[in-house]
């Protein structure tokens, strides 16, 4: 398939199930709930090493949030609920509650599978902690240096898709890279879905397991290495010369899919971009197959 | 002491012993740099409950990186050396590796004592990574789908400093905070320091242990609570309504008095800030004591 | 009228009918968009002494531009429709031709009152300009260093509201800005409205003409100058010793007045805000007398 | 010559005399003082149509600035001294002074030739304002609505150096760009130069006066449209697809030289470019001719 003249390949991503949870952070303005959001979603680009999977979704409107301050949305992935569970605590404990202003509040309330956050975290208020309501919500006021902070007694725990990608292959380096920087930057507000990675965007793309290492976990994926297109049997065309991949983890099947859509049409607008394709494992890992040409039907 | 009419506590801060390791991460441009290094630095505020204190150092000119392009350090800080090196692996592994065009370096060429980070790291390459040379330094050559990660052989690991902090007053939350992002901005690009918490500002300081709940590590840190300040024994002056703690790592003792001096001198330039005090433990846990007035001697 | 604690005066402020245009930069990315957009609404906050009152209105999603790229859209007023064309062409040539991979649309498609900004700046292709088609819409495309410039034929001039405003006043200049800060949040991407001033605020009213200084057209605005409320006949009340002003303008009467909605309910989450107010000149000058506490109503 | 594999042509840029002054904005933080200065280098790119050239120079330390705050620096550039002054004037008084917390000095002390900005803008003060003295300095404390404005009385005039430049050749546009990009970073915080078109980059070079529109100062430079390399007599190498410019204001030649040169280096180290070279008209109008091969001598 062309798309804006450029070769779409028919090929699919393999998605995985993975739990997911969406903390609210909220502070007196964007600048500080983001410093908070951040802090939050670091070191969560991958479960291969990483504790969690994390990135930011949105920002909030003052409206949309429970107290009507500036909000930025936070989304946790891991297929381990106690993982993602225990990462919650840490997380919100190290990063939120530790933050100027910031406040957090479950972003999945009609969840029926709950974990009691907030009612973890508020043994930090050692006894002066206060049971309070923030917009109907149950939520535990912690005495700190700074004042109070509130935080939301439970969270909802979602069943979520983790794993959607889309290869980007250029004919240079910086052409393949700002077309990835378009297509994270046009699902940058979208409700729904995250791209954990750094910037939104992997630059060593892995396969599993090792072909000389094989004591390790994960490792580069040969076949799509532009340096070895003459050295191994290569999946990169002779004018490819980078490959730039966004992974998108999403509330739904559905999210992921309208998410990777909008990142090949903007991929496909920057000039010196030749291909979109995607990442599997030959079908064999994951529960989803998502077919390129089905985004387009 | 009065200093720019603000009150300066005759009190001392605690700091600790911790080893310490600098990256120097090196892309086409400076967004892309501090994409890695946020990605790298984040879920790192305090050892309590992250897996190590970590934070942007500074931007480096293009003429200080071995490679000749844009550049930011990190410094990485965590009593325990092995797991200092154990997270050296994993966020140089999972948030610089991954993230476009970057590459790592070692920032503590001086140190004898080295940990192989890129030798580690290479194994990723599966046996298509290759020895190569930048500025004289052993590094290796990693196949990735965007081309190559370069990073150093060894890193240095140092002895520095954890724990500086300065504790910062206002009859308004705002004005208190106010202060504290002026303090930290008068140290942003300060050779040898980091301030591990978000946006390098602390809204919850905490005690050792627990009044009430005995079984927990660290409490909030009532004395210094302003909502508390008439229902416990308090250190909460009259007119003081928010405090904020800065806390600053060092590569020495004297680069965190350095930073401390001039946190102070920033904060007192803002109005409605009364006070400037520094958290200690009554000088039973750290190993050092930082005296405020000797920082103004 | 009370407003979450805060005390908002029964006051109103006058507003202005003023030309209005709205331009909707393009770019590969949201970053190059805003560059763009930064650069032509500069040197804009009051046209006292600017040529024209300009910034940045919204970023929109890939899917809203003609082109289907990044996009961000800049406002500007003018009384003068004259000036306002003036402003339109020279902004639109100094400042989105010349930069990287920017286009301009026009963003009031459905305003029959329009102005041949592209056709007018085709010029600059020197004869090598052609006649194209985005979306539907008659545009030019220009030969430049780096590839094409983009640029719609012509755009919509409609009749707008300028001067539209809110003081919020602090026990603090730190609560206050903080305040003012969280209020241009507030509408940060709201449509129909811009705060022209830097950073959406003002530090400066003023009042019109001289009281000392009679040459002037405008000078410091004495009865609401903290500083001076011991030594002239003052507005500012006892606890407060800082007023920020927010300036809006906006495509309707409408729309002005919902911004000053959601700006007062910002500003009062504000710890250290006692009292809201707003700007005029006894009702003598402005077309619009906007109520605060219709707003509420 | 060859750098880092990459032709530079044995070409010249001419650059002109320019007046230039230096405005050093201080702030709270430098948030609010960047704010300040971009809203005071707006619509300043060229003086083709802008009324002044003007850009950031850098970020101050707070121990480098007269009130020992954050500092950003800006400067100004004009052909005609009387137009430079106007600006000044227009633009400390529309852009700083309005700005939150900003106060403006005088960048350029030593200069003998002097315009006495602050004594001008002192009478907004309506006969509140008073004289007074930082750091030596003699000021005036304007009062307004956050407090006071303070200006340093008289701002240096220096003879600068303006239109020093840079082409940069690519295969691809994004290559070309991402080159581009380097080469302003590469001199993002040097002393004594600015790049005042948007984000430092010319997407649309000119010659002078028409070929077919001869009633026009500029249009476009065709012969170094990649579009038209077929059609016109083009200096465009058949494997460039994109060339950005990098225009460098300075306050000497040596200033300009040296940005060049980091310029030149920096853009060399992004892959897909291919061609280094300059714009000169012939050597006719500008005053200085600077070689690039002079610059790695």
């Given at each position: 398939?062309?798309?804006?003249?450029?070769?779409?390949?028919?090929?699919?991503?393999?998605?995985?199930?993975?739990?997911?949870?969406?903390v609210?952070?909220?502070?007196y303005?964007?600048?500080?709930?983001?410093?908070?959001?951040?802090?939050?979603?670091?070191?969560?680009t991958?479960?291969?090493?990483?504790?969690?999977?994390?990135?930011?979704?949105?920002f909030?409107?003052?409206?949309?949030?429970?107290?009507?301050?500036?909000?930025?949305?936070?989304?946790?992935?891991?297929?381990?609920?106690?993982?993602?569970?225990?990462?919650?605590?840490?997380?919100?404990?190290?990063?939120?509650?530790?933050?100027?202003?910031?406040?957090?509040?479950?972003?999945?309330?009609?969840?029926?599978?709950?974990?009691?956050?907030?009612?973890?975290?508020?043994?930090?208020?050692?006894?002066?902690?206060?049971?309070?309501?923030?917009?109907?919500?149950?939520?535990?006021?912690?005495?700190?240096m700074?004042?109070?902070?509130?935080?939301?007694?439970?969270?909802?725990?979602?069943?979520?898709?983790?794993?959607?990608?889309?290869?980007?292959?250029?004919?240079?380096?910086?052409?393949?890279?700002?077309?990835?920087?378009?297509?994270?930057?046009?699902?940058?507000?979208?409700?729904?879905?995250?791209?954990?990675?750094?910037?939104?965007?992997?630059?060593?793309?892995?396969?599993?397991?090792?072909?000389?290492?094989?004591?390790?976990?994960?490792?580069?994926?040969?076949?799509?290495?532009?340096?070895?297109?003459?050295?191994?049997?290569?999946e990169?065309?002779?004018?490819?010369?980078?490959?730039?991949?966004?992974?998108?983890?999403?509330?739904?099947?559905?999210?992921?899919?309208?998410?990777?859509?909008?990142?090949?049409?903007?991929?496909?607008?920057?000039?010196?971009?030749?291909?979109?394709?995607?990442?599997?494992?030959?079908?064999?890992?994951?529960?989803?197959?998502?077919?390129?040409?089905?985004?387009?039907?």
């Open positions: 398939m062309l798309l804006n003249g450029v070769y779409v390949e028919d090929t699919f991503c393999e998605a995985f199930d993975a739990y997911v949870a969406r609210i952070i909220t502070a303005n964007y600048c500080l709930a983001e410093v908070a959001a951040k802090e939050m979603s670091g070191f969560a991958s479960i291969i090493m990483c504790p969690v999977e994390a990135g930011i979704e949105r909030l409107d003052y409206g949309e949030t429970p107290d009507g301050r500036a909000g930025v949305s936070v989304m946790l992935f891991h297929p381990s609920k106690k993982s993602l569970q225990r990462q919650l605590i840490e997380r919100i404990g190290q990063c939120v509650l530790t933050a100027p202003t910031a406040n957090a509040f479950d972003g999945l309330e009609k969840e029926e599978d709950r974990f009691d956050v907030g009612n973890k975290l508020r043994y930090f208020g050692d006894g002066y902690e206060k049971e309070t309501s923030v917009a109907g919500r149950k939520c535990w006021a912690i005495p700190t700074e004042g109070e902070f509130v935080v939301e007694n439970d969270f909802g725990i979602a069943k979520g898709v983790a794993g959607g990608n889309v290869f980007i292959m250029g004919e240079t380096q910086a052409s393949a890279l700002s077309a990835a920087i378009a297509a994270v930057d046009s699902i940058k507000n979208m409700e729904g879905v995250i791209t954990p990675f750094p910037g939104g965007i992997v630059a060593s793309g892995s396969k599993i397991g090792g072909r000389k290492y094989t004591f390790l976990k994960a490792t580069t994926n040969e076949r799509y290495s532009p340096v070895l297109k003459n050295t191994v049997e290569s990169v065309p002779d004018n490819v010369n980078a490959i730039y991949e966004i992974v998108i983890n999403g509330l739904s099947l559905k999210h992921v899919k309208s998410a990777m859509r909008k990142c090949i049409l903007a991929a496909t607008k920057v000039d010196g971009v030749v291909k979109i394709s995607a990442g599997n494992y030959g079908g064999k890992l994951g529960k989803y197959k998502i077919y390129l040409r089905e985004l387009f039907d």
